[in-house]
């Protein structure tokens, strides 16, 4: 703060919260977030993909394998 009790600290935010922010307004409205939600991430400077979240994506894979592998060593016990 200054002198004159203004904020002279930058207002940082995450950028996702906007992006969800604006999504979730979208769908309120009872619009489809799909190509004005694509042009808004592209605005942003981040590339849509239809398969989502790449990290996500990865995380779902390792967690199937580990529900096949259970899956797997229980029906192999109970045979």
Same mark, same amino acid.
């Given at each position: 703060?200054?002198?004159?009790? &203004?904020?002279?600290?930058? $207002?940082? #935010?995450n950028?996702?919260? /906007?992006?969800?922010? !604006? #999504?979730?307004?979208? !769908? +309120? *409205?009872g619009?489809h @977030?799909? @190509?004005?939600?694509a =042009?808004?991430?592209?605005?942003?400077?981040? %590339?849509p993909a239809? $398969?989502? +979240?790449r =990290?996500?994506? *990865? =995380? %779902?894979k390792?967690?199937? &394998?580990? /529900?096949?592998?259970? #899956?797997? !060593? +229980?029906?192999v $016990?109970? +045979?």
């Amino acid at each position: 703060m200054n002198g004159d009790g &203004e904020n002279t600290d930058p $207002e940082t #935010f995450n950028p996702w919260s /906007i992006v969800n922010l !604006v #999504f979730h307004h979208l !769908v +309120s *409205e009872g619009l489809h @977030p799909g @190509p004005p939600a694509a =042009q808004l991430l592209r605005a942003l400077g981040i %590339t849509p993909a239809a $398969e989502g +979240s790449r =990290q996500a994506s *990865e =995380q %779902t894979k390792r967690d199937l &394998e580990k /529900i096949r592998a259970a #899956f797997d !060593v +229980s029906h192999v $016990e109970s +045979s």
